[in-house]
């Protein structure tokens, strides 16, 4: 969204019958939470949200993303309720899971509180662990106690399976595969 001005012109050529014809249903645009532009896309063209949320509360977010210290869970929770979405449409709430960090119970729980009557999938991504950063992944019974708690408040929670770890190709892995280079 920081770029909102390309992203609308790129998502119109998308959606346009003289341009690649693509339904709105099939583009979701994610994001950090720039809550400004999160309005204005709203406003602008009808695609699916996502959002990065990795933490329900503001320590363990901004910990992980600066971004939340200028826009908090609370105040991008709330933009969120408020984004029009058709009908049986839902944003997705993206959340990587870290070892000791977010994986708890007690994560799971204040999730639930904060994504109260807000229409929303979760997708739990077990954090792909990388020679940068010393987190590391959860065992595969705590992502699955995590998506149980919120399956049983009724939130719609799928566990995301990782693909191209092996080859340092997984989602955070190339980005940290460049910092190495790069010093």
């Known amino acids: 969204l920081a770029n909102f001005d390309n ?10 019958q003289t ?4 339904s709105s249903r ?13 309005k204005a896309l709203g ?22 993303m ?20 058709p009908s049986r449409r839902k944003v997705m709430i993206e ?6 960090l977010n994986d708890s119970v007690r994560h799971a729980k204040l999730l639930i509180k904060k994504l109260h009557k807000l229409s929303c999938k979760v997708n739990l991504l077990p954090y792909n662990e990388n020679k940068t950063f010393p987190y590391q992944s959860p065992p595969r019974e705590r992502v699955e106690l995590f998506q149980q708690t ?3 408040s009724g939130i719609t929670a799928l566990i995301r399976e990782s693909r191209g770890g092996d ?7 190339l980005a940290a595969e460049a910092d190495e280079e790069d010093e």
């Not at 992203?7 to 346009?16: P, Q």
């Not at 210290?69 to 709330?78: F, I």
């Open 150 to 152: 919120l399956r049983d």
């Open 167 to 173: 080859i340092s190709a997984a989602c955070g892995q």
């Open 26 to 38: 099939r583009i979701t645009i994610s994001t950090c939470g720039i809550i400004p532009k999160l």
């Open 95 to 100: 959340y990587i899971m870290i070892k000791d």
């Open 43 to 64: 406003e602008a063209v009808t695609v699916n949200l996502a959002i990065s949320l990795h933490a329900a509360d503001d320590e363990t977010r901004s910990q992980l």
């Open 7 to 16: 992203l609308i012109d790129a998502l119109n050529i998308l959606m346009e």
């Open 19 to 22: 341009g690649l014809d693509f």
């Open 66 to 85: 600066p971004i939340n210290k200028t826009y908090p869970v609370d105040e991008l929770l709330a933009a969120c309720r408020e984004y029009p979405l």
